[in-house]
């Protein structure tokens, strides 16, 4: 049809470790940009509308602001700040040159929250949670 993703299991791959290996075998295994293409719209559809539909995934659905959170030191502790509406448009810039690429910034989501916050706050709490959501997804 028109219009539609074609998400299936082409071939078996051997996928990096970390989020999203179930949704790999989904994806199409060619490595040009009609597939990266067709790749990233799997990994939009079956990976970052359900974790930003998620109930707990507001912090994680912006970027970080340090001023208007009261948190001035964070980006001296994260270098590198992802959050899933800047995945989300670096799929529609193409900015990813692989899906593996997008699939590890959704894991430094999660990295980057469970580095900030202690373990007893309930960012890097949550952060687990999307973090094992976003796995069996």
Not at 27 to 52: A, R
Not at 91 to 106: E, F, G, P, S
Not at 119 to 130: G, N, P, R, S
Request: charged fraction near 35%; proline fraction near 7%; aromatic fraction near 6%.
């Amino acid at each position: 049809m028109r219009g539609e993703v074609e998400c299936e299991e082409e071939e078996e791959v051997d996928v990096e470790s970390g989020g999203g290996d179930s949704l790999a075998m989904l994806l199409p295994q060619k490595d040009d940009k009609k597939h990266l293409s067709s790749q990233l719209q799997c990994v939009k559809i079956y990976l970052l509308e359900p974790l930003s539909r998620h109930p707990k995934s507001t912090p994680f659905r912006k970027p970080v602001d340090p001023l208007a959170l009261g948190i001035p030191d964070y980006p001296k502790i994260i270098t590198k700040p992802m959050d899933l509406g800047t995945v989300r448009e670096k799929i529609r810039t193409r900015k990813y040159v692989h899906y593996r690429d997008c699939l590890k910034d959704v894991d430094l989501i999660w990295k980057n929250a469970k580095t900030f916050n202690p373990q007893d706050h309930f960012v890097h709490q949550i952060a687990i949670e999307l973090e094992e959501f976003s796995k069996v997804l």
